[in-house]
């Protein structure tokens, strides 16, 4: 088997000038032979702290025939796929990486490519999966589609799609939504990755996004929001003037450098991954500094706010939320207690964007009602499945 082109697949720049251990988003680049422990992802972290196994995830690996820098693998599962009798491919693409599974009657079949080190092309994913539908097309296939790839053109999805095959191209965070709740059904969740989007629908209705505007123009309680105000915060320091921070200078002195280069930094290298990698040490500071623990708070009040403005939309459906800054005590704390003031209570995520990319195909599998709504949910033809 010929190992496809990956152009912008490959793991990131290791040049990157910040510290790799800070990072929110990098998952596990390696998979090993044999049995292996249960994966644990912080994007389904709930506001308890817990961080639970992946929904669906399978044990037993071995390579792709092809270089093996790429870190292209296929795992072959124990026993066949969970779900209606019908094969299925499910794609989802995010902050992990590309993360691809086939299952149905014969044993399950699982591509990951952990990083991006840039937007891949259409025909390059295409490429990617192509090893997992060359022996016959599946019944249904599900994209779900967040992070560098949010923009990618759904339309070129479907199209290369066998004409038996019902596809459907999702927005990540409807993916998100569904693999938190479990199940193809009206709530809110709050999707933290380097930014932040709340998104509230009810499949019908309702389609509702706040926030996600980026971290010049918004992200608010986002990793790239706090990584940016505490490096604001140690150069308020520098400069003397109230609201300063030595701590977060000094940090971010260890972490990139002089801070007369960091304007130059956050130019040239891609800001909100940069500014998101400081988040970390701002939540570890945060127990000892007042500035940071400040920080904290405010991003907790500012997620709280956008579940609660979106919970008006849907009143009594489940709030969720998944994301990394759940695992530090100070946001967690602030955003339970914000949300508890209001008589809003968050529920645990019982999945991640993979598990509900899953979910979405075998609901479309047993004749479920899906619309057809750009850009959240797109269909073949424009017509809903199962209306």
Known sequence: MTAPDLDGLTPKDASMPHDPRTSLDDAPDEIVDGPAEPETDPATADAAGAVGPIPGEREGSAPVTGDEDERVWIVGAEGPGDGPVGEVLVVDIGTRGLRA?????????????????????????????????????????????????????????????????????????????????????????????????????????????IDGWGPILGDRGSASWLGGQGLAAGLRFRDGVPGGSEALLAAGRHAFGDERTWPEMLRVHPQAELLADFAPVVGDLSRTDPVAEGLCRLAGEHLADALCTASMLLPGRPLTATGALLLVDAIKISLAGTLGKRYKVLEPALGDSLAGTRTIAEHVLRAGVLPHHPPHVHLRGAEAIGA
Do not use: C, K, Q, Y
Not at 164 to 188: F, K, M
């Open 101 to 209: 599974r086939r299952t149905g009657e014969e044993p399950e079949s699982r591509l990951d490519i952990p990083h991006f080190t840039s937007a891949p092309r259409v025909e390059n994913l295409l490429g990617a999966v192509a090893m997992l539908t060359e022996d016959r097309p599946p019944a249904v296939t599900v994209w779900s589609l967040g992070g560098a790839v949010a923009d990618l053109d759904a339309a070129a999805l479907i199209s290369a799609a066998a004409p038996s095959t019902r596809t459907v191209v999702v927005d990540g965070a409807i993916a998100t939504l569904v693999g938190a709740l479990g199940a193809v059904e009206a709530g809110v969740v709050l999707e933290m990755t380097t930014g932040v989007r709340t998104i509230a629908t009810d499949f019908a209705d309702v389609w509702h996004t």
